[in-house]
């Protein structure tokens, strides 16, 4: 197993690996490291002529705690107030518009409702039955496209947008169960009434304004979607 050290010069955060130092050369305990008000402490240990300390045994020795992501190690301690706190602000950087996920997760949703829309108006314009079974398929994709849309979620943007996805994703769903009754009660729907439907209009305003808001990749909400 790979142990990590933290330099001791750099105020004992930065964590370096070292597998082959550490197999080369024995480590002698040089002394001992305090922190200022905890009881405990840790061992020292000298290579080429520089201190490092277990980077495990750091984290118990302030009451902190460390987590992996891939190839990094966050040490995170108690704030103040008893907290956790992390110990680097740049390990959890801030993000302006939407991510990337996101992104590409909001476009499947709108290019899945605008297949089941078409899908519906050609329906109706041509007379075909709309069954269940018909706008199974576009709900059932639309549903799935719209869990990975909220997992992609990681800035203010994208939940911003999310509860739009929302509301287009659920107005989608009345339109479609609004035509499948009218079917299912045999009243006849237009193409034109189709077309004019305040529902119908909705759902063309919002997907127009979501998909402004995916080229400029930043959130800016006129209230269609609403």
Known sequence: ???????????????????KLARSQALQQSGT??????????????????????????????????????SQIVLTLPAPDGSAMPASPASQPAISGFSKDFMKAGIEVGSTIREWRTALSSAVQNGYAVTDDFVAGYRDRTATNMRLASVAVTSDSDRSALQLLNNLSDNMQKLSNKILAARQNMTY??????????????????????????????????????
């Open 189 to 226: 729907m237009s193409p034109d009434k189709l077309r004019d439907d305040p529902l119908n209009q909705q759902i063309l305003t919002c997907a127009r304004s979501l998909a402004s808001m995916a080229a400029s990749g930043q959130f800016q909400d006129d209230g269609s979607c609403h």
């Open 1 to 19: 197993m790979i142990r990590k050290f933290v330099s001791a010069s750099f105020l004992l955060l930065p964590v370096l690996a070292m597998p």
């Open 33 to 70: 490291i305090m922190v200022s008000g905890q009881p405990s402490q840790a061992p020292l240990f000298q290579i080429n002529g520089k201190s490092y300390v277990n980077v495990e045994v750091l984290a118990q020795l302030m009451n902190g705690s460390l987590s992996f992501k891939g």
